[in-house]
């Protein structure tokens, strides 16, 4: 199974149901579906991109972690994202018995919520897991950038995974944080 954070209208949830098509795997897509960019409702592209008869998606229409969706650009300024208030975090799949082993994270892309969505997917991920990232690029996504970044030097420090940084995504490969209980819920120095 694999969980999306940030589906938007659904480009990328349409190429990861084609990609885990033969595994049967299942894709859980989570996103605020607030008015952005010139979309109204993005989920209603979402739902034509993918069917949402298919048994193997799961679309949630809700903000992860946090509703700190205030501080991406291009929401309509005439939308109060705390009109929204829906959030769902790890004991939202949990509860229902859900792990992952893999996560594709292109929500909020400042620095702060970049590390928030990724230390929120920790309590669900399976071992060897695996997270992909999405607009890491230095100039125009400078919070992304220096999240992977801070989580690439994190993860060497305490042999706690392996960061691949390509252009525009970086890949996040688990060795043993997600197996690891830390008292604070978070990587050791994090």
């Known amino acids: 199974a694999m969980l999306e954070v940030g589906s938007f209208i659904g480009l990328s949830s349409s190429f990861f149901l084609k990609l885990l098509q033969p595994w049967n795997g299942t894709l859980f897509s989570v ?4 008015p952005h960019r010139c979309f109204p ?14 048994s193997r998606l ?12 205030s501080s991406i650009e291009g929401y309509d300024q005439q939308y109060n994202v705390s009109q929204h208030p829906r959030v769902v975090s790890s004991d ?12 594709f994270l292109d929500g909020d892309h400042d620095q702060t919520s970049v590390m928030r969505d990724f230390l929120a997917l920790k309590p669900m991920m399976r071992p060897a897991a695996c997270v992909i990232f999405d607009d ?7 919070g992304t950038y220096k999240a992977v970044h801070k989580l690439k030097l994190e993860a060497m420090r305490n042999s706690s995974g392996t960061v ?11 060795r ?3 197996g690891r209980k830390a008292r604070t819920g978070r990587p050791r120095g994090g």
């Open 176 to 178: 043993g944080l997600f």
């Open 58 to 69: 799961s679309s949630i229409d809700a903000f992860f972690a946090s509703d700190s969706g």
């Open 92 to 103: 939202y799949f949990l509860d229902r018995g859900l792990s992952f082993d893999m996560a």
């Open 164 to 174: 691949l940084i390509g252009d525009q995504t970086a890949l996040f490969i688990d």
């Open 41 to 54: 409702s993005p989920r209603s592209f979402f739902h034509r991109m993918n069917p949402p008869s298919t």
């Open 31 to 34: 996103d605020p579906n607030i």
């Open 136 to 142: 890491v690029d230095k100039r125009v996504w400078p």
